[in-house]
């Protein structure tokens, strides 16, 4: 493992050395893949070619997965939202796991499920996909969000049929225990992306069902004539995107898969805190710091998505705001020719870095040895679009 520190971002080499866990290769992420061909409003999101970026970065091409288009709601986490939660309703009513949308619909079915009682928390995102999936089930949802998050968010969220949506007075991962707790108490179901021990099963659904992501990127990148990108950059909050993804692409490519980047910010990287620490454990980041990045101010790993992160990446970054800040006007503001991809906090931070590394003459050792160059292919995910209208709006507006 090498440490490093340029320019304002903190990096972390490592050569990659395990394998993908059974519950993230092809076959077991297929349930996934053919329930979400079920919903009548799926459809694959976007990948754009950003030629002319590529050209002025001095690489061979860049292509952006645009997640703001997934189901109306403006960012990724539906994906992972509607699956889950349509598995914990099918076990609490004893049906099979295989169960269709359609099928829990149907209006035998409506009264028992419309007893049941769904709860998270979330940064924004997460929250909202739940609410979504529960509404379209004719059940309640309650969500809580952390201090600090903008009300646009909580509404975001009551807009899309959540009987609430509270922000605590609490940093995330104590709002996360808050959830469990109400759960327990009330007897609702939580749907939580992130893990514990004892608390797998319903964030392995969720991990799953952003694996959809990654296998609709593999389609459209061969649709493209790419037979396999060199470079991949995740964002990371807990982790689970970051994980699932990466799982299925490694999984995929096998021997040809691409370097992998798992990307926090730098106020609040309890994933690269993790591997830094060097011990192989998940370690929480305690310090109580607010980052623009909403969706990824989590101090805890996803437990069961951390040994995938652990390794399987060869490289992990903690960037400040203003990274991410470089990548929403990046996108926002696009090069020529290029598509315009509305990219909030969370989902511009790769694209922020990509750039900082192309062209910071400070970075130019790490981005040799990164083997960033006219020959790569770069992947990333805009993991949501504007998700706080008026925050995108004065960002891009800057500089």
Same mark, same amino acid.
């Given at each position: ?18 394998? %993908?866990?059974?519950?993230? /290769? ?114 309640? =949802? ?10 646009? /968010? ?22 996360? /225990? ?43 990148? =061969? ?26 692409? =490694?999984?995929?490519?096998?021997? !040809?898969?691409?370097?992998?980047? %798992? %990307? ?32 990824? !101010? ?11 992160? /652990? ?39 790769? =694209? ?13 050792? #790490? ?28 960002? #891009?507006?800057?500089?």
């Amino acid at each position: 493992m090498t440490i490093l520190q340029q320019d304002g971002l903190r990096a972390i080499k490592q050569c990659p050395h395990g394998e %993908v866990p059974a519950y993230l /290769r092809a076959a077991a992420t297929e349930g996934a893949w053919r329930f979400h061909h079920t919903l009548t409003d799926y459809a694959p999101t976007p990948l754009r070619a950003l030629d002319g970026l590529a050209k002025d970065l001095g690489v061979g091409k860049i292509f952006v997965k645009d997640e703001s288009y997934r189901f109306g709601l403006n960012a990724f986490k539906g994906l992972g939202g509607i699956y889950a939660l349509s598995r914990a309703a099918a076990q609490a009513l004893g049906l099979p796991e295989d169960i269709a949308f359609s099928e829990l619909q149907e209006p035998e079915l409506q009264e028992r499920l419309h007893k049941l009682v769904f709860v998270t928390t979330t940064d924004g995102n997460h929250g909202r996909g739940v609410a979504w999936a529960a509404h379209r089930l004719g059940c309640e =949802a309650h969500v809580f969000l952390p201090k600090g998050s903008a009300q646009a /968010r909580a509404q975001a969220i009551l807009d899309v049929g959540a009987v609430e949506a509270t922000i605590l007075p609490l940093p995330y991962d104590d709002a996360v /225990r808050y959830a469990a707790k109400q759960a327990e108490e009330q007897g609702w179901l939580l749907i939580q992306d992130t893990s514990w021990p004892g608390y797998e099963d319903v964030p392995g659904w969720i991990v799953q069902g952003y694996t959809t992501l990654a296998r609709e990127a593999v389609e459209q990148l =061969a649709e493209a004539g790419v037979s396999a990108p060199t470079h991949v950059f995740l964002q990371a909050g807990v982790g689970a995107m970051a994980g699932g993804v990466l799982a299925y692409l =490694a999984d995929h490519y096998g021997e !040809n898969a691409p370097k992998f980047a %798992v %990307v926090e910010p730098e106020k609040i990287p309890c994933i690269f805190a993790s591997v830094q620490a060097g011990d192989g454990a998940a370690h929480p980041y305690l310090a109580e710091k607010q980052t623009i990045m909403a969706g990824l !101010n989590c101090g805890e790993p996803c437990m069961i998505t951390w040994p995938v992160l /652990r390794d399987l990446a060869s490289w992990y970054f903690a960037c400040p705001d203003a990274v991410t800040e470089e990548g929403m006007r990046l996108l926002g503001r696009p090069v020529g020719e290029d598509p315009k991809v509305i990219s909030g906090e969370s989902g511009a931070v790769t =694209a922020g870095l990509l750039h900082r590394l192309c062209t910071r003459p400070a970075l130019a050792d #790490l981005r040799e040895k990164m083997g960033l160059d006219e020959t790569s292919v770069v992947l990333l995910i805009s993991t949501e679009g504007d998700t706080d209208p008026e925050a995108y709006q004065t960002i #891009l507006a800057n500089h």
